[in-house]
Structures are given as structure tokens and as C-alpha cells.
């Protein structure tokens, strides 16, 4: 589950940050750190949303 979790996350951030970048700067503009830590931003709260999620619908043995 952890492996979906972490796979999805990353997937939805990437679009997001892409998608916002895009909106408003040229991709090429931003600096490496700036671009790492802007995907940090929009990846924890996603991964932490989605691991609530998962762990509601896995059982425990």
C-alpha cells in the first residue's frame, strides 16, 4: 500500500506543480532548489491525504 501511496503522491504532485508553473512562468525560469522545494509544498499534504485514505481501507492482521 505504501508503494501506491508514495507512486500517486509523487504523480499528482508533479501535475499540479507543472500545471501551476506552466500557468505562470516558463518552466525553464525556475532554479533547481526553487523547483525541488515547490514540489515539496504540493507533495506532503498530498502523501499525507493519501495515506488517511489508505489506511481507512486496509485492514490490519
Do not use: Q, W
Not at 6 to 24: M, R
Not at 28 to 50: A, N, Q, S
Amino acid at each position: 500500500m505504501t508503494v501506491i501511496v508514495t507512486f500517486v503522491s509523487v504523480f499528482c504532485a508533479i501535475t499540479v506543480k507543472n500545471y501551476f508553473v506552466g500557468a505562470t512562468l516558463a518552466a525553464g525560469e525556475l532554479h533547481f532548489l526553487l523547483d525541488t522545494l515547490i514540489l515539496l509544498v504540493i507533495y506532503l499534504p498530498i502523501y499525507f491525504i493519501f495515506t488517511r485514505l489508505g489506511k481507512r481501507f486496509t485492514v490490519d492482521e
